[in-house]
């Protein structure tokens, strides 16, 4: 459970949060890094289900969203572009040459992320609420910060890659 203050305290016999956003960093770095080696140990963690690889959509050119901006209307946010396609595309024939040809995607409710997340073309994509911006909208950063922290916490491995995208 997610205390009201959202401070997280480790569950008896799981993994703490601490622990989680460390393997998130490290699988960032390691991706980064392009060395084979690290490609190993990520695509491992990967496939065995116990690692999460956190995203950012593909190419949307610009900054943030236009005045008349509404969530559920794609036509009035920032879009990915015809580059942004291919590369989530690539992103997701990467997975599939590596061996990872299945996921639990989970996205951001912006258009630009969930289009990401489907052109990976790994399973069903998710919205997750955590993943939201709070931006725009500050009072949401508790809310946010507190359900991706319950996710992460109560996240069973499960055998299957977990990917996140978000911005």
């Known amino acids: 459970a997610v205390p009201a203050n959202g401070l997280m305290r480790p569950q008896p016999g799981g993994p703490s949060i601490s622990s989680w956003l460390t393997s998130l960093i490290v699988l960032g770095l390691l991706m980064a890094s392009g060395r084979g080696q690290a490609d190993g140990v990520v695509l491992e963690a990967l496939r065995s289900g116990d690692a999460v690889l956190t995203l950012r959509h593909a190419l949307a ?11 559920p209307d794609c036509s009035t ?57 709070f931006f725009d909208l500050p009072e949401d950063r508790t809310v946010n910060l507190a359900a991706l922290r319950k996710f992460l916490l109560e996240r069973k491995p499960s055998g299957e890659a977990t990917i996140l995208v978000t911005h």
């Open 77 to 133: 946010q920032r879009n990915l572009d015809s580059v942004g396609l291919r590369q989530a595309q690539a992103i997701g024939a990467w997975f599939r040459a590596n061996g990872i040809v299945r996921a639990g995607i989970y996205s951001r409710r912006w258009c630009r992320c969930l289009e990401t997340a489907r052109l990976l073309d790994l399973g069903r994509v998710r919205p997750l609420g955590g993943l939201n911006s």
């Open 61 to 71: 050119p610009g900054t943030g969203d236009p005045d008349n901006f509404k969530l």
